[in-house]
């Protein structure tokens, strides 16, 4: 049975369309890092949320998930790497996993960055998004694993214990990367090669390298769903919430300034019951179909 | 069966000897491919007696993932007469598969 309802990301935009859409009984799912990697979480003190002045980003969030929670929501850690389109449901590839669901709300926050160069070229001829995807593919060939997101270190040791030769590149060198791991201190990144990755360029030294994996919190909307209409580098939503695919909403962050909590809550809310009465208009739907087919 | 599922031997002589075939490289621990996998086979039974749809596993196959030079799963491959005539890495919705074969049958 698919969802109703995946949420991409567990910020307050996130949390606030999961408990919306639970409270329309719809099923649903919120894919994201853990809740504490947010960058709100890292707030000492929010002073502009309505009526609670003074709390700490990290007291939000927690009651924020604690509600959610309680609501019945269903959360899983991971990264979507991938949405595709089905006839009447959208399909998530979360890591090895793969979930399904009838709307997806995204809430991805600000994406982190722009594409390094040689990036998008060599997208599919060494350069990956997931370790435990192509990491096989790599085994006893040199890699380098450029660590922008927690679990960085963890996909590097993943790597190293297929028998990839890593270089991981951060700004410091993580613990709990495995010590076999040789480590350079990031600087500006560029992806070389020819027909397909050699190296990767750090300030202008080359690290041999066949493959690049570029983990990032994030994968940005556009590539999680070719085909989203963007504007001013933000998710294109209208009031509603609605994005330019059927059945996709998005809210927080990712859909544009203020960058502000209670913006992202206001906005998770609308997207969630929104995405929620899609779901039943679905579903009549489908209702209406099968009767006609019996007819 | 519509999909066909090759290993090394069985590839060349399917592949080369179909006027048009989609191969799709994948395996079993890959997520994006586990959701590709019924596109896949939708298009296959869509287009059997008109291409050869196959799918290769690449942990079981790595020579083949290697010779075409599979860097990233899932990358679906199109072969006109046994040669190369265009690669889609990474998920994409059926229609960007059929628009290939569909031009090419």
């Known amino acids: 049975m698919p969802y109703d309802i995946a949420v991409v990301g567990g910020g307050p935009a996130g949390l606030s369309a999961a408990i919306n859409a639970r409270a329309r009984n719809k099923s649903v799912l919120v894919v994201s890092n853990d809740y504490r990697e947010s960058p709100l979480y890292r707030a000492k003190q929010v002073d502009n949320y309505l009526g609670m002045p003074g709390q700490s980003g990290a007291a939000l969030l927690d009651a924020f998930y604690r509600h959610a929670e309680e609501t019945g929501t269903v959360f899983r850690t991971g990264r979507v790497l991938n949405i595709l389109p089905l006839d009447s449901t959208y399909c998530l590839s979360i890591g090895t996993e793969v979930e399904e669901a009838r709307a997806v709300i995204l809430c991805t926050g600000v994406s982190q960055g722009k594409k390094f160069p040689g990036e998008a070229a060599f997208l599919g001829r060494g350069v990956s998004y997931c370790a435990t995807c192509d990491g096989m593919l790599y085994r006893s060939r040199p890699v380098a694993v450029v660590g922008l997101a927690p679990d960085a270190p963890e996909e590097a040791n993943f790597l190293q214990g297929l028998g990839c030769r890593v270089t991981y590149v951060s700004g410091r060198r993580p613990e709990g990367l495995d010590p076999a791991i040789s480590w350079v201190k990031a600087g500006r990144l560029e992806i070389v090669g020819e027909e397909a990755v050699t190296a990767l360029r750090v300030n202008g030294t080359d690290t041999p390298a066949e493959g690049v994996f570029l983990l990032r919190h994030a994968v940005p909307p556009t590539d999680l769903l070719p085909g989203l209409t963007l504007e001013g580098g933000y998710v294109a939503v209208d009031r509603e919430g609605r994005t330019s695919l059927p059945g996709v909403f998005a809210a927080g962050d990712c859909t544009g300034l203020p960058l502000q909590l209670a913006k992202a809550a206001g906005e998770g809310l609308v997207a969630g019951q929104r995405a929620a009465e899609y779901v039943d208009q679905l579903s009549d739907s489908e209702k209406i179909d099968s009767i006609k087919k019996g007819e | ?105």
């Open chain 2, 1 to 105: 069966m519509s999909v066909l599922h090759l290993n090394e031997s069985e590839f060349n002589e399917k592949v080369n000897s179909s006027p048009v075939a989609m191969v799709d490289f994948w395996a079993t621990w890959c997520g994006p491919c586990k959701m590709l996998a019924p596109v896949i086979e939708d298009i296959g039974a869509k287009y059997d007696g008109k291409a050869v749809v196959a799918k290769v596993d690449v942990d079981e196959n790595q020579a083949l993932a290697a010779k075409y030079g599979v860097m990233s799963i899932p990358t679906v491959i199109f072969f006109k007469d046994g040669k190369e005539i265009g690669r889609k890495v990474g998920v994409q919705p059926a229609s960007a598969y059929t628009q290939t074969l569909d031009a090419n049958l």
